[in-house]
């Protein structure tokens, strides 16, 4: 069985710093691309960055870049998000996606959100 495992939301002021992670298991972690994404209220869910297998390549939305950092270790089966210069319109449920096709087969694995609000 499946299960993604976030962790590290919070409530934290503006301009403030947390770091998500997200924990694996259940699957082969190395062979997925890890993703994070977010859902305010009344919002879609949009992605916030994503990062390859094997690490090697990264991409962020817009508004995120530059603030936020992807990263993960294949060894501990972790996908973590580092979260700088935090903005109140940052505040949303953030989400752990791993993603891998093996054609014609698409696995797509989500947790369970790990609330972050931004306010002072």
């Known amino acids: 069985q499946v299960q993604l495992v976030e962790s590290g939301g919070g409530l934290v002021q503006p301009g403030g710093s947390l770091r998500l992670s997200c924990a694996a298991s259940?699957?082969?972690?190395?062979?997925?691309?890890m993703s994070w994404y977010r859902q305010a209220s009344g919002k879609e869910r949009e992605l916030v960055a994503a990062i390859t297998s094997a690490g090697g390549t990264t991409n962020y939305t817009d508004s995120m870049k530059g603030r936020f950092t992807i990263s993960r270790d294949n060894a501990k089966n972790t996908v973590y998000l580092q979260m700088n210069s935090l903005k109140p319109e940052d505040t949303a449920v953030y989400y752990c996606n791993a993603f891998r096709t093996i054609t014609p087969y698409k696995y797509d694995y989500w947790g369970q959100g790990t609330q972050v609000t931004v306010s002072s």
């Open positions: 259940g699957l082969i972690f190395k062979r997925y691309r």
